[in-house]
């Protein structure tokens, strides 16, 4: 009688002698804490899976985070909140097409963002040790914002969401449910979908959706704690192309705004302050930067002063020109 059984792992066919799926972990060289587990479509607890058995037909997902500081002083009053948490920086990072993850910790620490938004991805069997995002980027000094990045409808956002929640016990996420591959536009029929269900399992999510007030609206009564409408295509580096539906967004809310997507240089994130946000969320403009370091010191300044300049309350747009030294007295 054969000692092994037959499962699939992560969509490949795979032999096994362990009986349970911590054993099938360890198998692995992988650490059972460190990764969640989703069996035959049903999440399984991490606490139970020393005692999990395994059996022949098993279908099994094994995911951890992946890559997709210098922080301001706490005791800072411009400071805003999601879902009852209270940040300093208004910068959000994402963790994709850095060269590597000591390029991308670097990155993050010259932005002094306080969250990374992390993709969920399946742990690559065939090399357990390789280096880990976790690793480089400490989750207990950054908060980590696990995305849903590569979904195209509502279940498989779902889905990869409980993973993480599984894998680092974060309510915090970041939904986006993309309708088709060339644009990476949100399909917001979806998108309002998994919002919904989310929230009913106490999911806080973050959502990134269409430029549309309308949409951002249905999306807050669904129960999204901020709204992030794009400001361009993902990776496009075009900016803001519609700053009136941005700050009708703003002006609408009662939830956070970010933009999220499309920034490209420091003065699209700045833009984008200006209108009012509460945050800008970027990942290409610094990643694929020639100094990826450097922009990201730029784009923290860009936010920053973005957020002054709305603070302040720009000067009234005229028609024709209105000098600035007094005329009276001229010689």
Request: charged share 25%; with cysteine; hydrophobic share 45%.
């Amino acid at each position: 009688m054969s000692d092994t059984i037959s499962i699939t792992l992560n969509g490949e066919p795979r032999q096994t002698s362990a009986t349970t799926i911590a054993a099938l972990v360890r198998e692995l060289e992988l650490e059972p804490q460190k990764v969640a587990v989703e069996r035959n479509r049903e999440i399984v607890p991490r606490s139970t899976l020393e005692n999990a058995k395994l059996a022949e037909g098993d279908a099994l997902e094994i995911v951890h985070f992946v890559g997709g500081g210098d922080h301001q002083d706490a005791s800072k009053k411009d400071t805003w909140k999601v879902a009852g948490r209270t940040f300093t920086s208004r910068l959000i990072v994402g963790t994709g097409k850095y060269k590597d993850f000591e390029q991308n910790a670097a990155a993050v620490e010259a932005s002094g963002a306080e969250i990374v938004t992390v993709a969920v991805r399946r742990v690559n069997v065939t090399d357990p040790k390789a280096p880990m995002l976790t690793d480089f980027i400490d989750p207990k000094k950054i908060t980590y914002l696990p995305n849903t990045a590569g979904c195209f409808n509502a279940d498989d956002a779902i889905r990869t969401l409980r993973l993480a929640r599984e894998a680092g016990g974060w309510d915090l996420v970041k939904l986006e449910v993309l309708g088709e591959a060339r644009t990476l536009y949100p399909n917001m029929r979806e998108t309002l979908e998994a919002t919904e269900v989310l929230a009913k399992e106490g999911f806080k999510p973050m959502v990134y959706c269409v430029d549309d007030p309308i949409a951002a609206k249905q999306l807050e009564d669904a129960g999204a704690v901020a709204i992030m409408p794009l400001g361009a295509p993902i990776g496009s580096g075009l900016g803001i192309q519609n700053q009136v539906t941005i700050r009708l967004i703003v002006e609408g809310a009662s939830v956070p705004v970010l933009v999220d997507a499309g920034v490209g240089t420091a003065s699209d994130a700045a833009v984008g302050m200006e209108l009012g946000c509460d945050g800008i969320l970027m990942n290409t403009a610094i990643a694929e930067a020639k100094d990826p370091i450097r922009m990201a010191r730029a784009m923290k300044l860009a936010v920053e002063g973005g957020r002054e300049a709305y603070l302040a309350g720009r000067m009234a747009v005229r028609k024709y020109a209105d000098p600035s030294s007094p005329l009276a007295g001229l010689i």
